[in-house]
């Protein structure tokens, strides 16, 4: 097999995010990528290069769209800031304003706020569906709904892997009449003309790229042998019981399937370009989307100093202090570049996509090769970001 062609450009200054690119796929198996940069708004890298699938027979183009997997988060929380920047919704109101029968099962006072960050205890039904209910979002949310939280609201933060997206997308769905991912097309992402799409039209699945390798339901079992699949009583039924409530209650089927692509899933399975994220985080870096206010509060953190995530502490046994903002995974840590303002949300398999804007930069990487890593982790994008912000420490020098 011969070297890959990357295609795209670099502005000056900026050479190294593209060795970085490059040495992706020849020492980290990258099938296909593309990584965009902006600064001030404007494209300093744009590069794309490999293969749309496993066989390798479908060039990887700067359109190719592929499955970010909780690299949608994003998406799905800026949903809920521009209502709020518009005055339409309140975050500290309870979630039964705008969603009436989710006053059930205790949780007549939650506020919204606690869906954002993770805190609403509502990380799976209470049974496990079938791979079907995934795809029926009236069926998915009245069960929600109904279901009693597996902690009490606002004493913990545990991801929501799967249902924050059907959580934050009814709520907003309540309040415009438009799904999730009409509303991120009709608002965002199309005046924007970026290529991210939560419930991606047919006409544009023949640039959706393959992924190689995923994650499902078999996946998951594998990557933590003896860990009984769901239903529990209690998170206290095995200490791996989080995890498989919030990865499997809700199957998502193959996620090379038209049906997978069609459907929204907000949590994960939007289908965007690199260039299609970084121009909705550039946009945001820059004013276009929301006022100052709005974007200062997205970033605030929503836990606790020191506290941990439940979710991801089961994941990872040595966890560590997570802290979430308003949808956002925070920067504290230092995984994305050495700005700990920075926010934005990664996904499985390896992508992630965020906004500086203390450096006026945005960022986005996406590839289709499954590898690790929901938090920047994975060192495909962490030589990414290591590059980007060396080339501008460089040019500012």
Same mark, same amino acid.
């Given at each position: 097999?011969?070297?890959?062609?990357?295609?795209?450009?670099?502005?000056?200054?900026?050479?190294?995010?593209?060795?970085?690119?490059?040495?992706?796929?020849?020492?980290?198996?990258?099938?296909?990528?593309?990584?965009?940069?902006?600064?001030?708004?404007?494209?300093?890298?744009?590069?794309?290069?490999?293969?749309?699938?496993?066989?390798?027979?479908?060039?990887?183009?700067?359109?190719?769209?592929?499955?970010?997997?909780?690299?949608?988060?994003?998406?799905?929380?800026?949903?809920?800031?521009?209502?709020?920047?518009?005055?339409?919704?309140?975050?500290?109101?309870?979630?039964?304003?705008?969603?009436?029968?989710?006053?059930?099962?205790? %949780?007549?006072?939650?506020?919204?706020?606690?869906?954002?960050?993770?805190?609403?205890?509502?990380?799976?039904?209470?049974?496990?569906?079938?791979?079907?209910?995934?795809?029926?979002?009236?069926?998915?949310?009245?069960?929600?709904?109904?279901?009693?939280?597996?902690?009490?609201?606002?004493?913990?933060?545990?991801?929501?892997?799967?249902?924050?997206?059907?959580?934050?997308?009814?709520?907003?769905?309540?309040?415009?009449?438009?799904?999730?991912?009409?509303?991120?097309?009709?608002?965002?992402?199309?005046?924007?003309?970026?290529?991210?799409?939560?419930?991606?039209?047919?006409?544009?699945?023949?640039?959706?790229?393959?992924?190689?390798?995923?994650?499902?339901?078999?996946?998951?079992?594998?990557?933590?042998?003896?860990?009984?699949?769901?239903?529990?009583?209690?998170?206290?039924?095995?200490?791996?019981?989080?995890?498989?409530?919030?990865?499997?209650?809700?199957?998502?089927?193959?996620?090379?399937?038209?049906?997978?692509?069609?459907?929204?899933?907000?949590?994960?399975?939007?289908?965007?370009?690199?260039?299609?994220?970084?121009?909705?985080?550039?946009?945001?870096?820059?004013? %276009?989307?929301?006022?100052?206010?709005?974007?200062?509060?997205?970033?605030?953190?929503?836990?606790?100093?020191?506290?941990?995530?439940?979710?991801?502490?089961?994941?990872?046994?040595?966890?560590?202090?997570?802290?979430?903002?308003?949808?956002?995974?925070?920067?504290?840590?230092?995984?994305?570049?050495?700005?700990?303002?920075?926010?934005?949300?990664?996904?499985?398999?390896?992508?992630?996509?965020?906004?500086?804007?203390?450096?006026?930069?945005?960022?986005?990487?996406?590839?289709? %090769?499954?590898?690790?890593?929901?938090?920047?982790?994975?060192?495909?994008?962490?030589?990414?970001?290591?590059?980007?912000?060396?080339?501008?420490?460089?040019?500012?020098?």
């Amino acid at each position: 097999m011969g070297p890959t062609t990357v295609n795209g450009h670099c502005a000056p200054g900026f050479a190294g995010v593209q060795e970085a690119f490059e040495r992706n796929f020849h020492e980290h198996g990258d099938v296909g990528a593309a990584v965009t940069v902006t600064l001030d708004g404007e494209v300093v890298v744009d590069l794309w290069g490999g293969h749309a699938d496993a066989a390798r027979t479908r060039a990887w183009e700067r359109d190719t769209l592929v499955n970010v997997y909780s690299t949608s988060k994003g998406m799905t929380a800026l949903c809920a800031h521009l209502l709020v920047d518009r005055g339409e919704l309140d975050l500290d109101a309870p979630v039964a304003r705008y969603w009436p029968e989710f006053a059930q099962a205790g %949780k007549e006072g939650l506020p919204v706020r606690w869906l954002l960050s993770h805190r609403a205890g509502l990380i799976a039904p209470r049974e496990p569906l079938p791979v079907d209910y995934a795809y029926d979002w009236d069926r998915v949310c009245a069960t929600l709904a109904a279901t009693e939280p597996w902690w009490e609201p606002g004493t913990a933060q545990g991801y929501h892997a799967v249902t924050f997206g059907y959580l934050i997308g009814e709520v907003v769905r309540r309040i415009t009449g438009q799904s999730l991912g009409a509303f991120l097309r009709s608002e965002i992402t199309g005046p924007l003309g970026a290529r991210v799409f939560i419930g991606t039209p047919v006409e544009e699945h023949a640039s959706c790229a393959d992924m190689v390798g995923q994650l499902d339901e078999a996946r998951i079992s594998e990557q933590f042998p003896g860990a009984p699949m769901p239903p529990f009583r209690s998170l206290a039924d095995h200490p791996m019981a989080i995890v498989m409530l919030a990865l499997t209650s809700i199957p998502t089927g193959d996620v090379n399937s038209a049906a997978y692509r069609s459907a929204e899933i907000p949590a994960g399975n939007a289908h965007a370009s690199a260039h299609g994220l970084a121009t909705v985080y550039g946009a945001l870096v820059t004013g %276009k989307l929301v006022g100052p206010g709005t974007l200062e509060a997205m970033r605030r953190s929503q836990s606790r100093p020191g506290e941990r995530d439940l979710t991801i502490d089961a994941l990872i046994p040595a966890g560590h202090e997570h802290r979430w903002g308003l949808g956002y995974m925070l920067n504290h840590q230092g995984l994305v570049g050495p700005n700990p303002r920075a926010f934005g949300h990664g996904g499985a398999g390896g992508s992630y996509a965020f906004a500086d804007p203390e450096n006026r930069l945005s960022y986005a990487y996406a590839m289709n %090769k499954y590898g690790g890593g929901t938090s920047g982790e994975d060192p495909r994008n962490g030589g990414l970001v290591t590059a980007v912000y060396r080339s501008l420490a460089q040019s500012a020098g």
